[in-house]
DNA sequence: ATTATACTGAACCATATGGTTCAGTATCGC
DNA sequence: GCGATACTGAACCATATGGTTCAGTATAAT
């Protein structure tokens, strides 16, 4: 479907939708490891390991480096932020909103106790 | 595919991983609505936006509210914070990590001038 | 030189997702 | 009661996603 570019966030939020992915970042979160040490406790093939990790690097999220066949994987949080900043955003709108109210209501209340 | 039962997080970061669910968030951010007033922006058919409102729905982060034929919206704000608080853990654990690096520099830096 | 390791890519498969149309139901306004 | 409004559900479609296997490449170890 998707038929437009997928944003940062749109690629942030669905990277981290998956169980497998975030258990990647929290084993990343740790410090960089190679891919096949990172790969091992998962129950599945390695190939099908690694569309993960590009699922990851697509968002930005995750970097690699390759020294010889070893793949490096290391985190990025930095894209993170694009989920949170829009969440934040929209709870200020929120907060905003559950102000007023409650403002009326007490200003209602001085008016008609 | 997902052969496990998708956790509130898992539902929560697919929800808000598309574009078309985070304008019905950010409209209903500024208050309640009906479906069809919120689905008359966009470029597509009602039954295709409902599918969307039903996305929100099963994340919790949308409640409906039926008056006749009207269906009206109110945000639900509080799935959100799985997603805030998984990476709020997440980032603790990044910072955790460069804070020994700063140290172990820091250290590394007092003894060899 | 041979073998083992650490991947990568292509092809394939089943299910999910995001959209459509068309038909139906329930409610409201007149 | 009759037509318009506000949806909902079923069927369908194309593409995406998450997985597989098998074959290949490049590097490391012996």
């Known amino acids: 479907m998707v038929q437009y570019r997928p944003t940062k966030i749109d690629r942030v939020a669905a990277a981290i939708s998956d169980p497998t992915r975030r258990a990647i ?3 990343l979160a740790r410090g960089p490891a190679r891919v096949s040490d990172i790969a ?8 099908g390991f690694c569309k993960h990790v590009k699922v990851l690097e697509g968002a930005g999220l995750v970097r690699r480096t390759r020294r010889g066949r070893d793949n490096t994987l290391e985190l990025s949080p930095e894209p ?10 929209y709870e200020q709108f929120w907060n905003e909103r559950l ?7 007490a200003t209602n209340k001085e008016k008609s106790p």
Chains 1, 2 share one sequence.
């Open 99 to 105: 102000d007023r109210l409650e403002k009326f209501f």
């Open 80 to 89: 993170m932020r694009a989920v949170t900043q829009w969440i934040r955003k």
């Open 25 to 27: 970042i929290e084993r």
């Open 40 to 47: 091992e406790p998962f129950p599945m093939s390695l190939t």
